[in-house]
């Protein structure tokens, strides 16, 4: 493993060659081009393919195609590129086509502002296209886990075939940190994944009806279609024991913290700070949001615990909907936020959790 | 006695079409079929179709086939060309599909010269959708969306994509052919085979737009149809080689 100091973006863009991604489609939005600007030098390096598509529908469709034919394939954009990628990513969930994308998030609504934001959440983790479908989303708070989870994450989409989403913010996508960086597989093992598609990617087959590869984001037999939703419902159920968080310091928790990516982050350095003080506060970050880690919440000490205090930078609070399904009416629900681009401060983060301890 | 005529193989034995009765369609599929059967390439052959009743054909062909979003055809096959250059990758659009919401992928696709083959079944109108008007409709010709006939005024002209296309320095072979006669159907079918051939040969973007007919939503019989495109597609649509490189 090399140990290499690298800008978020970029670090993801090198996790994906290295797992294997052989094609990138994207266009220009900030905070994000150095994802692009990375894979147009390193792809054709390693014998991959980077196109600069004419619009972010067009980017998406063109990784539909690319992993149809059985590449390892990534997009990436930022917020209002991310609704226009919807089209296209609901026929990589409609079709069963493994794809990876990023969405390096920032203020919205809108064209909203090219600062960090984390105002995505609904969209990222309820409805990321048409049609109900549902995908694995993970969100990494530092640059290694950025890495990690891109590396798992083009594994998760090959094995399920379907598209995976890597949500971050500005902040974890523009940061340099030192990272670890994973093997990089090679030319011989990056064919193989390719050559055990075969069976179902649009490269030709023999002439021989039953064989042929038939990518469908759709069906005209309604029969059909119920069952396929059937069989990805399923699916999705099977997914709850797969989701990830990062508990800290819980089991006498008075004031638990909890967010994802950055915010949560910057919660865990306050959680420090406040127990340095006597006060007892602990930490759930969820390292996944789809699936979302609700049994997390099941380890809070609620005979102890005088609040829960969700940190966002989105207003109106988004993540704290699944908060409130997890913790189940057991404590209060209290929110630190922020918006617009403005990034999270631990003094707000302080402040509002010696709130809720003051509190009687 | 000798077989001297046949299905194309590349027709699935036990399907039927989903056309409509004379949608020339049907006709365009089965040179598709015997371009394929005669250059033997269905084992690396991959369409990408568009949304529209070109759909009507994915249960009923025997190559490969995926389908793009609405428009995005030259898009997605640009993801699978690229990546997989050994393939024979064609699209199949209708206007609607090609020229008015996939306007950006197919000028785009056709500006970088990939090495794909478009074709583009130009029948002047929304057919599976029920008869909206298209951005190839006629002036004063009647669309669901357009009661009273496509005005200029309100509506634009019909949009010519070979001569558009004709603007770009890259592509590499533009042909508008139709399907109304006997002698126009083999120079499709020729058509057809050329712009294959050019991919197979490495030289980029070809396009045959193909002039057909929809007898449904123009609500003519198919005889009729063949008619209006010799009296009224024919002088706004000329046939012939746009671009040959
Ligand atoms: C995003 C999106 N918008 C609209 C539609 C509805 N739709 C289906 S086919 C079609 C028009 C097809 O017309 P054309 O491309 O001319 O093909 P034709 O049926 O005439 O061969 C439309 C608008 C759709 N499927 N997806
Ligand atoms: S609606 Fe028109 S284009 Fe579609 S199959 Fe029928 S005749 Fe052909
Ligand atoms: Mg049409």
């Known amino acids: ?77 930022s917020s209002p590129g991310i609704s226009l990628k919807s089209e296209g990513i609901s026929y990589c969930a409609a079709a069963r086509i493994p794809m990876v994308y990023v969405n390096v998030s920032r203020g919205g609504p809108g064209v909203g502002s090219i600062q960090p934001a984390q105002m995505d959440y609904l969209q990222a983790t309820k409805a ?61 093992e990056v064919a193989a994944m390719k050559e055990a598609k075969k069976a179902w990617t649009l490269t030709g087959h023999k002439l021989d009806y039953a064989h042929r590869a038939w990518i469908q984001p759709g069906n005209w037999s309604t029969k059909v279609m119920q069952s396929d939703s059937e069989e990805d419902a399923a699916l999705y159920k099977s997914w709850q024991k797969e989701a990830e968080a990062e508990e800290f310091m819980l089991d006498d928790a008075e004031v638990v913290l909890t967010g994802y990516g950055i915010s949560a982050r910057i919660g865990k350095s306050a959680v420090k700070i406040l127990r340095a003080e006597g006060i007892k506060a602990g930490l759930i970050r969820a390292k996944t949001v789809y699936p979302f880690p609700y049994e997390a919440y099941d380890h809070i000490n609620y005979k102890k615990v005088k609040g829960i205090l969700d940190i966002e930078m989105s207003i109106p609070a988004l993540f704290v909907e699944d908060v409130q399904v997890a913790v189940k009416d057991r404590a209060p629900i209290s929110t630190c936020l922020c918006s617009g681009g403005n990034i999270m401060t631990r003094e707000a983060v302080l402040t509002a959790a010696r709130k809720i301890m003051e509190a009687k | 006695m000798e077989l001297i005529y046949s299905r194309t193989k590349t027709i699935q034995e036990d399907k039927v079409s989903g056309f409509c009765p004379g949608c020339m369609h049907g006709t365009v599929m089965k040179l598709i079929g015997e371009v394929i059967d005669e250059l033997g390439i269905i084992e690396k052959t991959a369409c990408v179709l568009g949304i529209g009743c070109c759909g009507l054909q994915m249960d009923y062909m025997a190559y490969d086939n995926a389908t793009a979003p609405h428009g995005r055809a030259c898009a997605v096959a640009t993801g699978l060309k690229r990546t997989n250059p050994d393939t024979l990758v064609f699209t199949y659009q209708g206007d609607g599909d090609l020229a008015s919401i996939g306007l950006a992928e ?20 929304y057919g599976m959708t029920g008869g909206q008007m298209a951005p190839t ?109």
């Open chain 2, 106 to 125: 197919t000028m785009s696709a056709a500006n970088r010269g990939e090495n794909i083959t478009v074709i583009f079944i130009n029948n002047g109108i």
């Open chain 1, 128 to 188: 990321s296209g048409n049609g109900g479908f549902r995908m694995r989303v993970f969100a990494p708070a530092s640059v290694q886990e950025a890495v990690d989870m891109t590396y798992k994450a083009f594994d998760v989409a090959d094995q399920y075939r379907r598209p995976v989403l890597i949500l971050i913010d500005g902040v974890v996508g523009t940061m340099m940190e030192p990272v670890e960086l994973p093997p990089m597989k090679s030319d011989e």
């Open chain 1, 1 to 77: 493993m090399a140990r290499v100091f690298m800008k978020g973006t970029e670090a993801i863009a090198e996790a994906a060659v290295r797992t294997g991604c052989r094609f990138f489609a994207g266009y220009p939005i900030t905070p994000q081009n150095e994802i692009p600007e990375y894979f147009s030098r390193r792809l054709p390096e390693v014998g991959g393919v980077f196109v600069q598509g004419e619009s972010e529908v067009a980017s998406v469709s063109m990784v539909y195609g690319a992993a149809s034919g059985g590449t390892r394939s990534m997009t990436s954009s």
């Open chain 2, 137 to 245: 409709t006629l002036v004063g010709m009647k669309a669901s969306t357009a009661p009273f006939g496509r005005n200029a005024k309100d509506h634009g002209y019909p949009m010519h994509m070979c001569e558009i296309l004709n603007q770009l320095t890259a592509p590499a072979y533009l042909v508008r052919t139709s399907c109304n006669n006997p002698q126009n159907v083999m120079k499709t079918k020729n058509a057809i085979k050329k712009a294959f051939k050019n991919q197979l040969e490495g030289k980029g973007f070809s396009m045959v737009e193909i002039v057909t007919s929809c007898p449904t939503n123009w609500g003519l019989d198919p005889l009729k149809c063949l008619d209006y495109i010799e009296e009224k597609m024919l002088p706004e649509y000329p046939l012939g080689v746009i671009r040959d490189r």
